[in-house]
């Protein structure tokens, strides 16, 4: 059966870490694994950091650049040269490729969040493997994906892809950073959320020089992914045919159980497309409605707001210590809600002098997270 997989490899396995130079024969592999997938019928789509990688390799920078104007124009030099040696690659194997650079804003709207979807249908009936890439140089900082693993995950959520590969310099997750805890342990099957959280997995820092985030970007793409009925695996980038191996049936790396029944499109937008700009505290009362009995949110349940918000932008919804439990699509914007939350809701129309929504959030626009 073709099935649609969706492979990021991070920047720590696209160059050597002494050099900062390519690692060649890991690209060259993984172009070949890809092009066997294809010929097995499969779609596929690679995800590749390294325009900063491969970008100070190129201006002779020794360090990844901190200033965001430098760094963005330092992913420009490099992501012109990562898509030509993909190019020579893929072309000397005969299999076209395509650059897909996107922003976070492409996927907040639902008209371009929908456009994307269509470009990526198109490419994949061409038989095309697009390759996907944050676009670092005009990304600005309130509307990033930060990290190719969140960015990945996204686009394996919009495709409905069967796997997500997230190829690191690691062989899989460990319950601690095997770096600097020799004897953390070795994890290779996370059945649900639950469970993960249960395990209490150590992250460290922000990853490896090169790298952007570390596993905790890892581990939240892998949460994003498997709500929308996608396998993730973590594993090593420097193998990267075990990517076949693994989707024979072998035990390789860390493996993720898909959820049993995926959250819907347009609840996964809500969800990931969008970027909440707003907090809404909860009681009790109003946690157990949504968590237990899938109500919706009024007024009554809400403690406190924060954030500055339009009526229909996403906001979180948290606990009282600010643990989020959900998100959703608000009724009303910020101003108005500080004036009528902890109200019932037949109260709302005397104290803001206009008969709104009964419910805050309802639950067609709530997602549990
Ligand atoms: N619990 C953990 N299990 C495995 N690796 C971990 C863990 N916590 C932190 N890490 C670190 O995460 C790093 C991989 O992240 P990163 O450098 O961002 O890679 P990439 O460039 O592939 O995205 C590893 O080198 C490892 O040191
Ligand atoms: N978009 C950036 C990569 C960001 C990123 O997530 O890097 P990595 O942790 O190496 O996967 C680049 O191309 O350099």
Request: glycine share 10%; net charge neutral.
């Amino acid at each position: 059966m073709p099935k649609t997989i969706v492979v990021k490899i991070g920047t720590s396995s696209l160059t050597q870490p002494e050099t900062g130079q390519l690692a060649l024969s890991t690209i060259a592999t993984l172009t070949e694994t890809l092009c066997n997938l294809r010929h097995q019928g499969h779609r596929v789509i690679l995800v590749s950091s390294g325009a900063v990688g491969v970008g100070c390799a190129r201006l002779g920078l020794t360090e990844r650049p901190k200033a965001i104007a430098l760094k963005q124009a330092v992913a420009a030099v490099g992501q012109g040269r990562l898509m030509r040696i993909y190019d020579d690659l893929f072309s000397t194997l005969n299999q076209p490729i395509a650059q897909v650079l996107l922003t976070r804003a492409d996927l907040v709207q639902r008209s371009r969040y929908l456009n994307a979807y269509n470009t990526f249908q198109e490419l994949l009936g061409l038989g095309v493997i697009p390759v996907v890439n944050e676009n670092d140089t005009v990304a600005v900082e309130e509307l990033k994906f930060g990290d190719n693993d969140t960015l990945s995950a996204l686009v394996a959520s919009l495709v409905e892809a069967d796997w997500l590969f997230l190829l690191t310099d690691v062989d899989r997750l460990y319950s601690a950073d095997p770096r600097t805890v020799p004897d953390a342990r070795p994890i290779s099957l996370i059945s649900n959320m639950k469970e993960l959280a249960e395990l209490q997995i150590q992250t460290g820092g922000q990853g490896s020089q090169w790298g952007t985030g570390g596993m905790v970007t890892k581990i939240s793409a892998a949460r994003i992914a498997i709500a929308a009925g996608v396998r993730t695996v973590i594993t090593q980038g420097r193998f990267p045919r075990n990517i076949e191996k693994i989707i024979q049936g072998e035990a390789i790396g860390t493996h993720f159980e898909p959820q049993p029944e995926p959250t819907s499109a347009r609840k996964r937008w809500i969800a990931y497309g969008l970027v909440p700009t707003g907090k809404l505290y909860l009681d009790d009362g109003a946690i157990n409605a949504i968590l237990q009995a899938g109500k919706s949110l009024l007024a009554a349940g809400i403690k406190a707001v924060e954030g500055d918000f339009e009526n229909q932008e996403a906001v979180q919804l948290c606990d009282r210590n600010g643990n989020e439990i959900a998100r959703g699509l608000v009724n009303y914007n910020s101003e108005d809600l500080q004036k009528i939350r902890g109200c019932h809701s037949r109260d709302i129309a005397g104290i803001l002098g206009y008969a709104g929504a009964e419910t805050v959030i309802h639950r067609d626009n709530l997602v549990l997270i």
